[in-house]
């Protein structure tokens, strides 16, 4: 899957700030200082929160990921799936057209818009 050339070098705000936006902590404390994540992990995280059904705290993390590197693939398709599965079916489409615009080979994105 593309992305876009600086996703692999973007940080975004991660640890306190993050858990700040959401809100409330995602996991107990850890004795390691919190640090910035990259764009890829916080994909990830995104999309393990979008699974888990905790879809605001998503939504959150996506905004964050698109304000930090808003050409990215993955975080608009993803924002895209999320938006539309939430009733925003127009905002998640147009995602999603744009998503598969900058990665017209993720072929399984495809059949999100079918």
Do not use: F, K
């Amino acid at each position: 899957m593309a992305t876009s050339p600086t996703s692999s070098t973007e940080t975004v705000s991660g640890g306190a700030h993050l858990q700040n936006l959401l809100d409330e902590p995602l996991v107990e404390q850890a004795a390691e200082p919190a640090r910035e994540l990259t764009v890829e992990e916080a994909i990830d995280l995104a999309v393990q929160l979008q699974r888990q059904e905790h879809l605001d705290a998503a939504a959150i993390v996506y905004r964050e990921i698109r304000r930090v590197d808003p050409d990215n693939a993955r975080a608009m398709h993803y924002a895209g799936v999320l938006d539309y599965h939430a009733g925003r079916s127009e905002s998640g489409i147009d995602l999603m057209r744009s998503s598969l615009a900058a990665s017209p080979g993720c072929a399984d994105w495809h059949n999100n818009l079918a």
